[in-house]
């Protein structure tokens, strides 16, 4: 997370007329920031802080009231707003001021401290207390030292104190004192005491507002979010969930309990259907001490929840807020919310209601701007030996197949360099040993007798039904060539089945390897011990379920990973375990081969995805940036990206050559338990439990379609050898086919959609359904597309 390390932080000090202090915490969003007549120095980072001290005459005989707003913002940070107050007394005022000062000293921030101090007119020896008119008294000092420690407190950031003389004592980068020991100051003693993590989280909610306002404030924004016109409504209405959940939990760790309960019931009915299952977590948070150990919670307290608003109705909030002078809620929204401001028209509810639903909001626009190499890599040249029997007719097929990739956008591989592929070398991939290049000469023969699928020719769909796995089926794999199935199951097992004639065996024992002549043409053959021939084989190892299962790309391997954190490698020379990778301590939902071998990824309970190579024990990678489960995760057809769906309700595209997140995608409303990306590597099919696919162009990082009529978890999705047909499996027993060719022709995606996101998906879900096909009481687990693309389905019969 590189963005947050280079964050830097502003100070702005206005003295207005009116008003008493309003301590603003962080705050962060997008659009220019607004304070007058200010001087900028910039730090050691490039980083303009920004000091801006202006005042203006005041009601009683022309002395200024001091209103200070201290707020901490990134680079490109919303707009601060001074937030006008009550009106209080002179003292309060100049607690602040003192607070505000000693915090501009300790900082170093002399120059700042200087300014502040000739616009306030105030003498050192006053701050110092040396018997000036209007001095702080002992109560006046306590309460500065509380003031600053709240500010203190509030301040984010890695960021530390520069030490004198390093040219930046100008700059407003103010350092955190919060996580460490505060510097000396010469004004009173204030110590800032460290704080452990997870109270230093919470401390943010240590704001002491009214607890019996709290419902007032949230109606009244409630009551003008609705009253306003219908273009603003949809787009402010995003705010209710994350305002309602934060000012919750402010009430819950000010241990204001019956309001916190009154609360809750009072409002949470008003939340979107899909944040149900976050709201039940929520409700079972009813005192200080639960939110300790909350992950859900501390999720959504140190990521922003981020809101992709017009500047027109983001101006029309601000302007409420401060005429409301409704602290609370401003509060809220600049601590805990980014806001992701748009020039252009706002969006609609169908829009909106599109691209919500994550735990953390909506995707942040620049997640998505990354370049990325969706192409596919050359294939290598091979030369293909013809037989004499189909010599004539290879060469007629053989022909067209060259031209295949022209007649429609999604085509199968090319021989030509795509432009859009990642250069060959850019990730080291392993070479071709003899056996792969007969296994690519097979496959091309069997692509020759490959069927054209399309609307007017749909494929057979042959189905595997596991009978008396008694619900204990967790994980399904075939082949590449379709000769073997392997199952997980929650007995610890993994059971490897032969689906053809030819049986599985073993290699013979080393006594009688020795004896084989290695010279003879049918070596291979002759190694494998024809006494251990059966159809299937168990695999004993893990010690719990086994929930994901993958074949290598040469059928020698089988990766499985279970609920005892482990992956384990088998042989399927041997039928042995080779190797346990340990690296996840929670249970690991999925693991997949890469196209190429020799790579794996995982991805478990513990939030994070790890790249693997089959000879290292440790991972290359860990891809860490989920707010929960990552339940599946599927390699890009050229290795060079990998992709995970996660219970957090996104999917994220990682670079595999140096870990970051390039792509974030959010739309589902429910754990997502299936991915697949189109043959051509343009485009990728998520399924989620709330029955949607929802299609996605990985180039523009736009949601491209939704495909609506399964009534539950999608748990299986492919797409068809040559990408005309998506193929989709789900929990209500069935599979159903739609028109892949036709849902990603005639794409908009200009350059105004792809900055602001406005995407106007076609309500066409109907058109593209090529067919449904039930099973009589069997959940599809998996989806498979022969080398001829027929259909492979597999699950387990569940008697109602």
């Known amino acids: 997370m590189a963005a947050l390390a280079e964050e830097q932080t502003e100070v702005a000090v206005k003295l207005e007329s009116e008003g008493p202090p309003a301590l603003l915490p962080p705050q962060a969003g997008d659009g220019a920031g607004e304070g007058g007549g200010g001087t900028t120095n910039n730090g050691p980072n490039g980083g303009g802080g920004n000091v801006a001290a202006s005042s203006s005459a005041g009601g ?128 009173g003693s204030v110590a800032v ?77 008003d939340q979107e259907c899909y944040y149900q299952d976050d709201l039940r977590v929520l409700s079972s948070l009813t005192k200080k001490e639960h939110m300790k150990g909350n992950e859900t919670m501390l999720d959504f307290r140190t990521s922003k929840f981020v809101l992709r608003i017009s500047r027109d109705s983001y101006q029309l909030l601000k302007r409420h807020l401060q005429e409301k002078q409704n602290n609370q809620i401003w509060n809220i929204v600049q601590e805990h919310l980014y806001i992701d401001i748009f020039d252009g028209m706002p969006r609609s509810k169908q829009q909106i209601d599109a691209m919500v639903g994550s735990l953390a909001g909506e995707a942040k626009r620049e997640a998505n701007k990354s370049k990325v190499f969706f192409g596919l890599l050359k294939e290598p040249e091979i030369e293909v030996p013809l037989d004499d029997e189909d010599e004539e007719g ?189 690296g996840h301590n929670y249970p690991v939902w999925d693991t997949q081969f890469s196209p190429y071998g020799y790579y794996f990824v995982s991805g478990g309970h513990d939030r994070v995805a790890r790249l693997w190579a089959t000879d290292h024990y440790q991972p290359l990678r860990i891809f860490a940036g989920h707010l929960a489960d990552v339940n599946c995760t599927r390699f890009h057809p050229n290795s060079n990206y990998v992709a995970t769906g996660s219970a957090d309700r996104t999917v994220r595209l990682w670079d595999v050559l140096n870990g970051n997140c390039v792509r974030i995608f959010t739309g589902h409303k429910g754990p997502i338990h299936s991915l697949t990306f189109s043959p051509n590597g343009r485009f990728l099919a998520t399924g989620a439990t709330d029955g949607r696919v929802l299609l996605w162009d990985i180039g523009h990082g736009l949601m491209v379609g939704e495909l609506k009529g399964h009534t539950d978890t999608v748990c299986s999705l492919r797409f068809s050898r040559d990408g005309e047909i998506l193929a989709s499996g789900s929990m209500d027993n069935t599979v159903r086919l739609w028109d892949a060719v036709k849902a990603f022709e005639d794409l908009e995606t200009d350059d105004f959609t792809t900055a602001t996101g406005h995407i106007n998906l076609p309500e066409n879900s109907q058109e593209l359904l090529l067919g449904t096909y039930m099973t009589k009481s069997t959940p599809v687990v998996h989806l498979h597309f022969t080398r001829r693309n027929l259909v492979l389905a597999a699950g387990a019969y569940s008697p109602q």
């Open 193 to 269: 005491e460290d704080q452990p993590d997870v109270s230093a989280v919470l401390s943010a909610y240590n704001q002491q507002g009214d607890p019996t306002m709290y419902e007032e404030y949230y109606s009244g924004l409630k009551h003008f979010i609705e009253c306003s016109l219908d273009c603003h409504r949809a787009e402010l209405s995003q705010l209710f969930y994350p305002l309602f959940v934060h000012m919750y939990l402010e009430l819950v760790y000010n241990q204001h309990e019956n309001e916190a309960k009154s609360f809750f019931e009072k409002f949470h009915g």
């Open 394 to 582: 290879e060469n007629e097929e053989g022909k067209p197949k060259k031209k295949k990739p022209k007649k429609d956008s999604i085509g199968s591989k090319s021989k030509k360099q795509d432009p859009n592929a990642p250069p060959q070398n850019r990730i080291p991939l392993p070479e071709l040993k003899d056996s792969d290049k007969l296994d690519k000469i097979m496959n091309m023969k069997e692509t020759t007798k490959r069927v054209r699928l399309g609307p007017d020719c749909l494929p057979s769909i042959c189905f595997y039904t596991f009978l008396n796995a008694y619900q204990g089926l967790t994980a399904v794999d075939v082949t590449d060539d379709s000769s073997l199935i392997a199952g997980g199951f929650a007995d610890s097992t993994v059971r490897v089945w032969s689906v053809t004639p030819k049986k599985l065996r073993s290699v013979k024992q080393a006594a009688d390897l020795s004896l084989i002549d290695k010279e003879s043409d049918d070596v291979l053959e002759r190694i494998m011990d024809e006494k251990t021939a059966s159809e299937l084989k168990i695999l004993y190892g893990h010690s719990g379920p086994v929930y994901g299962a993958s074949f290598s790309p040469d059928r020698n391997y089988l990766l499985s990973s279970s609920e005892d954190g482990t992956v384990r490698l088998w042989s399927l020379q041997t039928f042995t375990c080779l190797v346990g990778y340990k």
């Open 60 to 187: 009683d005989g022309g002395t200024p009231k001091p209103t200070v707003a201290v707020s901490a913002v990134a680079p490109a940070g919303a707009a601060p707003v001074s937030a006008a107050a009550p009106e209080a007394g002179a003292p309060h005022d100049r607690q602040t001021l003192l607070a505000v000062l000693q915090f501009l000293r300790q900082s170093n921030l002399r120059e700042a401290e200087e300014a502040l101090r000739r616009e306030a007119r105030l003498l050192e020896e006053a701050v110092a207390g040396s018997g000036a008119p209007g001095e702080a008294d002992g109560a006046s000092a306590e309460a500065a030292s509380t003031l600053l420690s709240r500010v203190t407190a509030s301040a984010p950031g890695p960021a530390a104190p520069d030490p004198p003389g390093s040219g930046a004592s100008g700059a407003a980068a103010v350092p955190v004192l919060a996580t460490g020991p505060a510097a000396p100051g010469k004004v």
